[in-house]
Nanobody, 113 residues
């Protein structure tokens, strides 16, 4: 059973940056498609970005050009670099492995002045 641990959330001003991390515990993330999803207050959880085993990446239109998803060389940590943050990016961000149906506990991002 894989455990996903997210970190890197916090409070940032509009226009600022944060980098989120998702690490696999007890199982490597190498070879898996990994997604970031988020849930804003009062809204449904939505897909943000994915990194596919092939190395391809894909982004929701709302974050395209501002967020970058990547993996470390060992393949066991997936990052989400978030730049030019907006108040609408405020949410709890989750790491998700579709193949295993595994979710992390989430990390909160608040964008506010």
């Amino acid at each position: 059973q894989v455990q996903l641990v997210e970190s890197g959330g916090g409070l940032v001003q509009p226009g600022g940056s944060l980098r989120l991390s998702c690490a696999g515990v007890r199982r490597t993330l190498r070879g898996y498609t990994v997604e970031w999803r988020r849930q804003a207050p009062g809204k449904q959880r939505e897909w943000v970005a994915r990194t596919i085993n092939s190395g391809n990446t894909d982004y929701a239109e709302s974050v395209k050009g501002r967020f970058t998803i990547s993996r470390d060389n060992a393949g066991n940590t997936v990052y989400l670099q978030m730049d030019s943050l907006k108040p609408d990016d405020t949410a709890v961000y989750y790491c998700f492995l579709p193949a295993l149906g595994a979710w992390g506990q989430g990390t909160r991002v608040t964008v506010s002045s």
